[in-house]
């Protein structure tokens, strides 16, 4: 049972956010439209939310789970360290900035720039799933951690958008696709998934299917390619003259 129960509607989002902190376990919050930094630096307990939280959801999270029935909007998990982030719906742009570690979990689409700058390091090793399609710049300047884009629903038939992976220098992109995009930069590698390369993502798979009640052997049926950067061919050639 939840431990504080809000409802949002007409609140300011700074009495809101100062309502949620005063309860470290678990918060449900009814009829969320918009506010913003909701359970930004949590580190515990968890944060139900009916309707779309404003910009920033997350923002800083340090440990806690965030759990939204309806869509998120820019900068959801920005800079986040730790703790989880599960949408039952599509997120906005810049989805994951700058983040360096915990987990998102978008049953739908993304909007751009989901994943630009995320990092890891030593053992906060980022991670997003994109159950949809992405918008365009997936994982831009990423240096670090996992992105994986399913494809489920998606009425395109490459599941991302342009210029995916640009500035990419660490980290690791899966798409589940039979066709990659024709406009990757030469400075990232693209192959197709072995059974190796599966393993490494299967258990996060999972995960996204027990949130979303999806079926994992349909998912894992397809083809997936993985893209990496390509450590011969460094980036200073396109940010300093030669």
């Known amino acids: ?30 009829n969320c439209i918009g506010q913003r930094y909701i359970a930004a630096g949590r580190e515990r307990g968890k944060v139900i939310i009916n309707g779309v939280p404003g910009n920033a959801l997350g ?26 982030i599960i949408i ?4 906005g742009d810049a989805t994951g900035y700058a983040m360096r570690g915990g987990k998102i979990f978008i049953r739908d ?33 990423q240096a670090g951690g996992t992105i994986i884009v399913l494809g489920i ?10 210029f995916c992976g640009t500035g990419m220098h660490g980290g690791k992109i899966y798409i589940r696709t039979d066709t990659l995009p024709e406009d990757l930069p030469r400075q990232v590698d693209s192959r197709k998934c072995t059974k190796a390369d599966l393993d490494e993502i299967s258990e996060h798979i999972k995960t996204f299917c027990s949130h979303f009640n999806t079926d994992y052997s349909e998912i894992i049926s397809k083809s997936f390619y993985v893209l990496e950067p390509d450590t011969k061919n460094p980036y200073k050639r396109l940010y300093t003259h030669n």
């Open 153 to 162: 629903n998606c009425n395109k038939e490459i599941p991302v958008g342009d």
């Open 59 to 84: 923002a800083y999270l340090d440990g806690s789970i965030i759990e939204v029935y309806g869509n998120a909007q820019d900068a959801t998990g920005d800079t986040m360290n730790e703790g989880e």
């Open 109 to 141: 689409n993304a909007g751009y720039r989901a994943g630009i700058h995320i990092k890891a390091y030593k053992e906060k090793k980022p991670l997003i799933i994109i159950g949809g399609c992405a918008g365009s710049f997936l994982g831009e300047y």
């Open 1 to 30: 049972m939840s431990n504080l129960k809000i409802t949002a509607g007409e609140m300011h989002f700074q009495l809101l956010n100062e309502k949620i902190k005063s309860e470290p376990n678990e918060v449900v919050v009814n």
């Open 88 to 91: 039952h719906g599509s997120s």
